[in-house]
């Protein structure tokens, strides 16, 4: 090799390793400088960038996890913020972050206990051709499924247009197990995008099923005492739930409807003025062990008044394992951690 080509090479070489180096320094620098105006989330940034560069630094690696372990006590005081105000769900991403950045944060590690991370699952079954023409106009459509909480507040959910299937996520703390039984639908309806005459878009939900704001007057029989069962997978017990009763008529809900919830063994007994039970869950997998619940609501079956207009709503009873959404829902692997129980509850009337 010629001595013109080496020394090119050997100048590249010192290039690329200087660039190296001071890019490595530059961002350790950086979170110095950020660290001592207690700048400390930016800090964490910096030495985050610095250590991936130089990842056998033990300077960096030190400083990365003294700003981590700062960083992580500011997030659980910002999760203590969200507690107070009863955002749960910016609380509960607070607490995740700061054990992320700190699994050893003790109290953080505490509070993770007392939290419960619900599943909730159904399927709705409707005709598309039953929708009007002007539906039809519409620049977007999406069917949801709106869900009450028993704090009050209400989720939405979208239903898969090709499945049929929802499923939402809910995070709730210091829940006692019977609290669970609470969640009701809501609402089942389309929202609908519109393009207006001047150009504007505008949303609209057409509602379907309209049970509004519910929750339970009195739930009563829960015992503490009840022992907990060798966690299962859900799918092993979905056959329990196939019968050869016949399928309920179907149903217009009324403006207003006031309910019961009654714990006996496990059955829970929706005690209601309308004597029908559409708006209460079917089956509740409870695994305690875990903190994981899942709240399952059935399939729906939505069916249209042609003289009224009106939606009605039933319940579908599996009479084979072809009805029943679940084997469907259960291919999502990323839902997995919420398919096993170690206590199961059905609603019945």
């Known amino acids: 090799m010629n001595s013109p080509r ?3 090479i050997l100048k590249l070489f010192l290039f690329i ?8 320094s530059f961002h ?16 964490a940034i910096e030495y985050r960038i610095a250590a991936i560069e130089d990842p056998d630094n033990e300077e960096i690696q030190k400083a990365l996890t003294r700003m981590n372990i700062l960083v992580a006590e500011e997030n659980f005081e910002m999760y203590k913020h969200y507690l107070k105000q009863q955002e749960f769900h910016k609380a509960y991403r607070r607490l995740e972050t700061a054990l992320s950045q700190n699994p050893e944060h003790i109290e953080a590690s505490s509070e993770m206990k007392h939290w419960w991370h619900l599943l909730i699952t159904g399927k709705v079954e409707l005709e598309f051709s039953r929708f009007s023409t002007n539906l039809r106009l519409a620049e977007e459509m999406a069917l949801q499924v709106m869900v009450n909480t028993p704090k009050g507040k209400i989720l939405t959910g979208i239903i898969s247009s090709e499945t049929g299937i929802f499923f939402l996520e809910d995070v709730v703390y210091q829940a006692p197990p019977q609290q669970l039984a609470e969640y009701s639908i809501n609402t089942i ?10 150009g504007y878009y505008r949303n609209e939900l057409k509602k379907f099923v309209n049970f509004r704001k519910l929750s339970p007057l009195q739930v009563s029989g829960w015992t503490n005492n009840i022992v907990l069962n060798t966690p299962q997978n859900v799918l092993d017990h979905r056959p329990a739930l196939l019968t050869n009763e016949e399928q309920s008529t179907p149903w217009n809900p009324p403006r207003l ?7 006996a063994g496990d059955l829970i007994k929706v005690i209601s003025d309308t004597n029908r039970s559409e708006f209460a ?3 509740l ?35 084979s394992s ?8 259960s291919r999502n692997l990323s839902l997995n951690r919420y398919f096993y129980y170690d206590r199961v509850f059905r609603f019945m009337q």
Not at 288 to 311: Q, T
């Open 28 to 43: 350790y620098d950086q979170g110095l400088k950020l660290e001592q105006e207690k700048r400390w989330s930016e800090a």
């Open 257 to 263: 409807v006031s309910y019961e919830l009654r714990f």
């Open 281 to 283: 869950p079917s089956v």
């Open 189 to 198: 309806g389309l929202k609908i995008k519109r393009k207006s005459i001047q």
């Open 285 to 319: 997998y409870l695994n305690k062990s875990d903190r994981r619940a899942n709240i399952d609501f059935g399939v729906y079956i939505l069916e249209m008044n042609g003289s009224g207009r009106k939606w009605s709503i039933r319940r579908k009873n599996y009479s």
């Open 6 to 8: 080496l020394s090119f």
């Open 322 to 329: 072809g009805d029943d959404y679940f084997y469907g829902l």
């Open 17 to 24: 390793s200087s660039f190296f180096l001071f890019s490595c």
